[in-house]
């Protein structure tokens, strides 16, 4: 079963830009991106690209992918 995240992605017409944000995150290079760090929550960041928002946990080794929605749906994940 995929992740409603990856579901989000397959349907958006910027799917390809978007999987090659995603793969970014996972392999930690974020030096070309805005990354923020989301307030209240620990280790949450989040990456905008026009309207779509992808939120990440930043972890020791790697980074996990937590949601990715556009800007009025994402926080509802959270």
């Given at each position: 079963?995929?992740?409603?995240?990856?579901?989000?992605?397959?349907?958006?017409?910027?799917?390809?830009?978007?999987?090659?944000?995603?793969?970014?995150?996972?392999?930690?290079?974020?030096?070309?991106y805005?990354?923020?760090?989301?307030?209240?929550?620990?280790?949450?960041?989040r990456?905008?690209?026009?309207?779509?928002?992808?939120?990440?946990?930043?972890?020791?080794?790697?980074?996990?992918?937590?949601?990715?929605?556009?800007?009025?749906?994402?926080?509802?994940?959270?």
């Amino acid at each position: 079963m995929t992740k409603s995240w990856e579901k989000y992605i397959n349907k958006n017409i910027l799917k390809n830009e978007l999987k090659r944000i995603i793969e970014d995150i996972w392999h930690n290079n974020l030096f070309s991106y805005s990354v923020v760090k989301l307030k209240w929550y620990e280790n949450y960041f989040r990456i905008r690209k026009w309207k779509i928002r992808i939120i990440f946990i930043k972890k020791e080794e790697w980074n996990e992918i937590y949601a990715v929605d556009t800007r009025w749906d994402v926080y509802k994940w959270i």
